[in-house]
Structures are given as C-alpha cells and as structure tokens.
C-alpha cells in the first residue's frame, strides 16, 4: 500500500491537515471505550476511507487487522483473571494455570480488537491518502534528517516488499532441496544493506549530506485544508468532551456495564458526522 | 577553468588488493560530451565517483593526488556540496529515486540547498520541459516505468543546472528505444546549455556518435584519450573487445573506422560509390526454422489476464524445439519476462496450456537473488560449475565476492543443477541476462550458452548478442509475437531491434555481425569488379 494522487478531498487537503485528521481518529479511537461509540468510530473510519477513494486499500488493512483482533480476544479472554460471569472452565493448563474465561475479559477483549482494528485503519487512511513528501516537507523544518528517514523508511517498504518476492522467485527456481530459512535470512539481509547503501549513495550525490534548512512555503488555506482541519478539532472535542461528560459510560470489571443511551447514540452520531461532513464538498479536488 | 580535472589521482578501496584508479590525470573542458569506455572492472564508475565526490568521501579508502570539479577539490568538499556543481545519474533507476512523486524528487536537490520556494517551482518545470516529463510530475515513482524513472532521476540531477554531468551506464536498464532517447536528450542538453557531459557506457555503439572525445580505462589507467575516430582505430588495432560493431566492420574491409551509422555508411560510399543501389538489391537467403518434429517447449493459445488490469499475454502460441537457442525481444511491457516465468511455472496462464518435455530452468534478472550458501562449491554441484566454466579455484569463495560475470555463471549452474541429472533440463531461460555486461562478457556467455543441450530462450533488449547467440528470434508486442524467424530475418530489417552492421548494411545479406557484414561487400565489391 503506498500514497497515490487521488481526485477526493482528503487528498486535496495539505499533509497537516491529513494527518491532523487521521491523528485525530486515532487519539478517539484510543480515549473510547464503549462498543458502540468505538464500533461507530471504526465505520467512519472505513467511510472516510471509502470518501477518499482508498476502500480498496482498507479493505486490505482490514483484512489484516481481523486475525489480529480475533487473536487479542482469545488472549484477554484466556489471560484475564476479571470478571464475574464465567462461561467456560478449562480447568488447570499447563503454563496457564487455572484458566476460567469470563464473560467480561472476552467481552473487553474484543473492545481491544476494534480499538486494534481502528487504529490499523487510521494508519492505512493516512498511508494511502496523504502525500509522504509534503510530510516530510512539513517536518523537516524542525528535524530534516529525522523526517526524511521516515520518509525513506516508508518508501522503502513497498521496494523491500519487491525484493523479497523476487528473492522467493528465485528459490523456486532452484532445483533440489530449498535453502534453510536462515540461509534466505541471512540471503535477505545482505540484499538489504546492499540496497539501502546504493539509497545513501544516491541521497549524497543529491545534497543531502549538506542540507540546509528549507525555507517557509506559504500557500493560502483551501476549503479542504480548513474542512479537515475542522474535523480534526472537533472528532476530539466529541471524542474526549463526551468521555470527561460521562456521556459514554463503559466498565467491563467486575460485571459487564455498556448501556446504549441516548447520549451514546449522540456521540456516534456527532463523531460520524464530524469525520465525514468534509467528504460532502467536492469543488477542486482535482490537482 | 576546467569542468573536470584530475591530476595523478590513485585511489583504492578499502580491502582491495589493488587500486581502481591508478595514477590518472584528464582534464576535461567545460561542453565537452566525453565517454569512458572499457571492460567490467577498468575504474569507470570508480573515476564519476571521483568527480562527484563519493570517493573517497562515501566510500572511504585511500585516495592520491587531486581531483577538481567545478573548480572544488574534493578533498575538501564533500559530495553534498558538490551536488550543486556536480550532477549524477547512476545505473538503477529504483534505488536513486528516494521521494514519492517525480515533482518531488526533482524538488529534493534544490530543496537541500535551500532555494527558494519560487526558484525551486520554476527550477522543476525547467528540467520537466527539459527532458520531456512535465506529464510525469505528479505522478507517484512507484508506479513509473523503468525508462520514465531514469528520465526522472536525470531530471533531479540536472533541476540544480549543475555544469558537469555524470552517468554511470545510464542506458544499461532500459530497452532500445528509452536508450536511444536518453543519449539524444543528453546531447541535446549539451548543446543547449554547453552543461559538460561525462558518460560511462558498455555499449558505445548507442553513444559514440554523439560524443567529443572517448577515454579508455584497462586496469584503472587511461590506456586512450581521444576523438571517437581515432579511438576507434586504437581499439581495432589493440582492443577489440572495446570496438563498435560498425568500426569492426570497417576495419575488416580496411577503411578507418568511424563512429555511427550515417558515418559509416559514407565511409562506404567513399569506397564503392554505387553501394546504395546494391545492398538494397542484396537479398538474404535464410531458412524459416523448422516448427515440426518433437518439441522442447510448447505454448498453446496462452493468456495471462491480470484481475482489474491489461491481458499481458494475449493466445500466444509457440513452439520450441529441442536445443533450439531462441532470442525473445521487444520493447518493456510486451511480454517477455511473463512469457519465460509462465513457462518455468512460476505463474500460470488464465487461459490455455503450455507442455514442456522436461524441467524448464530460469534465470532471473538479478543473479545475486539466487545466491544464499557462504560457498560457491555448496551452491551447485562440481559437474554444474564445470559446466559454466567455473573450476576448483573458485570453490571456496564466497559467492558475494564474484564479479557480475561470475556470479552470473554461478546463478546459471544453480538453475541447471538438477537432481535428476544433466540431461534432466529441457528448457533453459533467461531473462536479461547481459544488463551490465561488457562485450568479452556477453561474447562468454553467447559461447557457453551455445554449448549447451537444453533449448535456450532468452529474453534480451541487446541485438548484437542475440546475433552472437540465437538462431531464431521471436518479436513481442503486446503480448503476442509479431515477428517469427531466423536472427537474420527478424533483425536485419530492424531499426531499434537490429544490429549496428545490419543498420548500415540496409539488412543486405542478412549480416548481422561485423565478419558476415564484411563479407557481403567483399562479394559485392568483386561482383561489381567483374561486371566492370
């Protein structure tokens, strides 16, 4: 998955804001807890994606982030000693010891597979929808070097992903036994190093060694900019303002206590609406 | 003041044996197009690394004497700040381009230099006009082809105006047509900025005629520094190896070799004035190949579809024959490297079948990938290795440690190493296997590939090797063979896919290599010598 130019708003908007929106959505993943609030966030999340043109994109974060949030649900269930309705008895296992899994340890550990599963969506959105380099640009002002190994870090992934399919290529073109995955290991790591020493060679001969600190760019704020910047205050205003409000009361120890209220229902709504009123306007979102 | 000048310049790598550079003093003018010539190993590379800074700066190592550019002594600047002065382009076009969209990386040189915002905007659409990207811009690098992304990383080199140029084999990743293109841009930007232009080229039939002067490196020393003319005689009378296929040619028929096609071809006109009139009347006589009798390799109505995307192969039909040596050529993206991985099974058609009458072997682009064991002797069997020319001496060493051309035999005898014994291979395939190769190498490998039993197919942008190595050549575009035959069929008519002789020839006799070529006008000249 890598950054492409794409015709929607988000991708019209500079990278501070893109990435004010999508830091944003992750801090309210992060401060909800309530399944509802949290389950309402993750779907405006994947519609934010979709509004941007990259459905495609998350539906593969997705896809990877599942596994994962079944996997933190079977391990809180399993490893959480909490919870007062028991709903199934292992008995005593071997390194686990006693193991009673709980109503409220599995219900909490799903709370903190979506919260996984938002997270990742957040990331993928931010990946797909804002521009790397005017990221780097926004952040090389206060450490250059910091911010174009970032940069590079994430380009590198997709080049990395390349030639390592390449490499498994190679081995199944070789007859006989396959190589130990410590030889390919081994294999891979020199191909790497191999890589990134032609990337610095390339950096140098492009001044990079004597960089000087860039100079202010100053563009005039777009709809876009402002919309998203916008969204981005008030996703946390709803999402830390109703959690301090106690608008979306969520416990899951001792006994489970998760009510769906009207005040949940608001939060939902208000979230939804904030993450995603800025897709409605679509004037000059081509570049 | 000189663009580039280097004065008894020694230099070593750190761990070498020997030195890369080994007391070299050029001076180069500022405007000049100069291009190194010389094998694998001679110091061309090591020489731009000079000039930019990158040695001994980057790579360390010891370094004798002195070396200016633009005026600035690398001794005391670093690559960094000679980037404003020095431009570079290197071999890979996909490890040099370091941002996310080709705006970006044509922004990033003049970014660390601190221009301003406007300077660096206008400075950008300069270099797009330039060299014909603007419509690449905001495109992301990811997705750029391998010609587009060199032109790219030519654009971030020259977006500072720096007044030296230097390439690093800028052409040996690209297909003949993006090659071609390069060199004109080049010399275009020559001479329309008097920039100076400092080129490293295996395969100087592309650039030679474009250049002031050639500089020939053996064994880090300037063995020639000359105008291509008379370089061109030095490299007929003591480094043939070096010599273009046209100035070959007309070395073998006595007349003072000269760079280029157009060149040529009035060379010969000085000599047989009426060659015009009867090279075109000069018909090949070639055999079709034989499509009948038992089959090493068969593809039948074959399409490779991709989901939400082009068909790459489109009911491809093909069938080759046992020991057949089959050169596979077209332009990037018609189909050549699916073509061989479908038929070692590393993908399968969408529709159609292909039947091989044994195991097909394949040999990727990057022989490196193939290599994971800390010895050569444990990589392949000794029967392997003695069939790629590669015997006990090489045993112990690490595979890392091998030049290009060995590692490229080593990953040969991998593939061809089977269990079931030598005559278990049927097929053998190669993609690309001479990128980065000087011509002794290609001439190697074109001998031990033909040595061998198995069919060979090799998918290549090179004519000149496919002339040395193929009986047949099949012609991709779009995914389907437009063009079936003989090596003198397909190539001799050709403008980018045929050979330097055969251009100048006008595919007369089907020649293809300087000795056929040679021969043909020898013929000509005692027909016309009887008729007179």
Do not use: K, Q, V
């Given at each position: 998955m890598s950054y492409r130019r794409r015709a929607s708003p988000l991708h019209a908007a500079r990278a501070g804001a893109g990435c004010a929106y999508c830091l944003a959505l992750a801090i309210a993943a992060l401060t909800l807890s309530n399944p509802i609030a949290l389950g309402a966030l993750t779907l405006t999340i994947a519609a934010a994606g979709v509004g941007a043109g990259v459905g495609r994109e998350l539906r593969g974060a997705a896809v990877f982030a599942a596994p994962l949030a079944v996997m933190v649900t079977l391990v809180n269930a399993l490893v959480t000693r909490d919870g007062l309705t028991v709903i199934w008895r292992f008995g005593n296992l071997p390194v686990l010891g006693q193991t009673d899994v709980t109503l409220e340890a599995t219900a909490y550990g799903a709370i903190l597979g979506l919260r996984a599963v938002a997270l990742i969506l957040c990331a993928a959105l931010y990946t797909a929808a804002v521009d790397p380099d005017q990221v780097l640009r926004l952040f090389r002002r206060v450490s250059f070097r910091s911010a174009l190994t970032a940069s590079l870090a994430t380009r590198m992934v997709p080049i990395l992903a390349r030639d390592s399919r390449r490499l498994a290529d190679a081995q199944r073109c070789r007859p006989g036994p396959r190589p130990s995955r410590a030889q390919l290991l081994r294999a891979t790591t020199s191909g790497v190093l191999d890589r990134a020493l032609d990337v610095a060679a390339a950096l140098e001969v492009r001044g990079y060694g004597a960089a000087r600190r860039p100079q202010r760019v100053r563009r005039p704020y777009s709809r876009h900019d402002l919309a998203f910047g916008a969204a981005a205050v008030a996703v946390i205003a709803v999402a830390i303002g109703s959690r301090v409000a106690g608008l979306v009361p969520f416990q899951a120890y001792p006994s489970l206590h998760a009510p769906a209220g009207l005040g949940t229902v608001l939060v939902a709504a208000a979230l939804a609406a904030s993450a995603l009123l800025p897709f409605a306007d679509r004037r000059g979102i081509e570049r | 003041m000189s663009a580039l000048e280097l004065e008894r310049v020694t230099y070593t790598y750190p761990?070498?044996?020997?030195?890369?550079?080994?007391d070299v003093t050029v001076t180069i003018a500022p405007g000049e197009l100069v291009v190194l010539a010389g094998a694998s190993g001679s110091g061309k590379s090591t020489l731009l690394r000079a000039a930019n800074g990158l040695v001994p700066h980057f790579y360390g190592g010891t370094f004798a004497g002195r070396a200016r550019a633009a005026g600035m002594d690398t001794r005391d600047h670093g690559p960094g700040e000679l980037a404003a002065a020095v431009g570079t382009l290197f071999q890979d076009p996909e490890t040099q381009v370091v941002m996310g969209t080709a705006r970006a990386e044509l922004a990033f040189p003049l970014e660390n230099r601190g221009e301003t915002p406007a300077g660096v905007a206008r400075a950008v659409e300069e270099a797009a006009l330039a060299l014909g990207i603007a419509q690449l811009?905001?495109?992301?690098?990811?997705?750029?082809s391998g010609g587009e992304l060199q032109r790219v990383a030519l654009g971030a080199a020259l977006a500072g105006r720096p007044s030296l140029i230097v390439l690093d084999e800028p052409t040996s990743q690209l297909d003949p047509v993006a090659g071609d293109e390069l060199i004109a841009t080049l010399r275009r930007l020559n001479e329309d900025s008097d920039a100076t232009v400092v080129i490293a080229e295996h395969r100087l039939e592309r650039c030679l005629a474009a250049a002031d002067r050639v500089i020939a490196l053996i064994d880090g020393r300037i063995a020639c520094d000359a105008p291509p003319s008379e370089f061109l005689s030095w490299a007929a009378r003591s480094q043939p190896a070096l010599c273009t296929p046209g100035a070959t040619l007309l070395h073998r028929l006595g007349l003072p070799p000269v760079a280029g096609v157009k060149r040529a071809r009035a060379a010969l006109r000085g000599t047989l004035p009426e060659v015009d009139e009867m090279l075109p009347a000069y018909e090949a006589k070639t055999h079709s190949p034989q499509r009948r009798g038992p089959r090493a390799l068969r593809f039948d109505r074959v399409w490779h579809e991709i989901a939400d995307g082009p068909a790459i192969l489109r009911s491809l039909s093909l069938t080759i024959g046992p020991g057949e040596r089959v050169a596979l050529m077209g332009r990037n993206g018609a189909g050549k490297s699916t073509l061989l991985r479908h038929a070692a099974g590393l993908m399968r058609p969408t529709r159609g079948r292909i039947e091989a009458s044994g195991r097909v072997a394949l040999l990727l682009q990057n022989p490196s990938d193939y290599l994971v064991h800390e010895t050569v002797a444990r990589e392949a069997s000794a029967a392997a290795l003695a069939t790629v020319g590669l015997d006990d001496s090489f045993a112990g060493r690490h595979p890392r440690d091998l030049s290009g051309g060995e590692k490229q035999r080593l990953a040969l005898a991998i593939v061809i190493d089977d269990p079931a014994g030598p005559g278990a291979t049927a097929v053998l395939c190669l993609d690309e296997?001479?990128?980065?190769?000087?011509r002794a190498l290609k001439d190697e490998l074109a001998s031990l590939l033909r040595s061998l039993d198995a069919a060979v197919i090799v998918a290549t942008h090179d004519p000149e090797f496919v002339a040395a190595f193929a009986d047949r050549v099949v012609l991709l575009a779009g995914g389907a063979p437009i063009a079936d035959g003989t090596a003198a069929e397909v190539l001799?008519?050709?403008?980018?896919?045929?050979t330097e002789t055969a251009r100048i020839l006008g595919g007369a006799g089907g020649a293809l290599r300087p000795e056929q070529g040679a021969a043909v006008l020898q013929r000509l000249t005692r027909a016309d010598e009887v008729l007179a």
């Open positions: - | 761990g070498a044996g020997r030195p890369a550079l080994d811009l905001d495109r992301p690098t990811a997705e750029l296997p001479t990128r980065g190769m000087d001799a008519r050709g403008t980018y896919f045929a």
